[in-house]
């Protein structure tokens, strides 16, 4: 089974589930925002908290959570490696060329790999908590004020709704396909590395035509069932704000009270 994470939703009854998608799309964003305030590990330890804390309301098992870690761990690991040996600091305890490994370089390579740990967990939970239709419904609501400059708001919520709902499709298509080329003799895990990335090019092709049929039935059904963006479009689940989204609003404006307290002193 593949493990791409992004995009698949977890059904479930939780109080993380049960939120207003537009509570939970503005809260992820203005999460990632607020985090930058950290600064020390008395400023992370709330926030570690809190997402500790939301995890556990989602009822959503964490190997989820660390599957959706893992794609990005090259990543991570590379800018944590550049920050280690290429910040300055006054306790020097190695030093070649232009790299150099001291306690505050140190320090800030872990302030940042936490920082990237805790915004992937946090967008996950957006994800994993959220069905596609419900994250387009808050796309579009929290775009609705760019229509009076005549951005086709509609339109682009559509497609980042069709774009997080079949990318694991298309994930779960090409493991079919390398699993059939792997019956067939076909080796992606020896050789070198331009002869690895040969043995991709036959995947190319039937993940194309599978795209585009994917695409083409979408078009059909969307079609033969009347769709029409706009204006006068009806919606079956209307979103409604209850008292559970105020809460969370609250919330982060304790949090954001707190982590500016801590670090300004105000």
Known sequence: MNKLIVGRYIPGNSIIHNLDPRAKFIGTFYFIGIIFLANSWYTYLPLFLFVLFA???????????????????????????????????????????????????????TYIFVRFVLIVFFSTLLTLTTTPVELSDAIEAVMKPLKVVRFPVTQVALMLSIALRFVPQLMDQTTKIMNAQRARGVDFGTGSIMKRIKSFIPLLIPLFVSSFSIAYDLSIAMESRGYQGGENRTKYRELIWQRNDTLMVVTFVLITLLLAYLRFGI
């Open 55 to 109: 995890l556990k309301l989602s009822n959503v098992p964490m190997s989820f959570f660390f599957k959706g870690l893992r794609p990005l761990m090259w990543l991570i690991l590379f800018t944590v490696i550049l920050q280690v040996f290429f910040t300055p600091g006054e306790q020097i305890f190695w030093q070649w060329w232009i790299f150099s490994l001291s306690w505050q370089s140190i320090i800030n390579g």
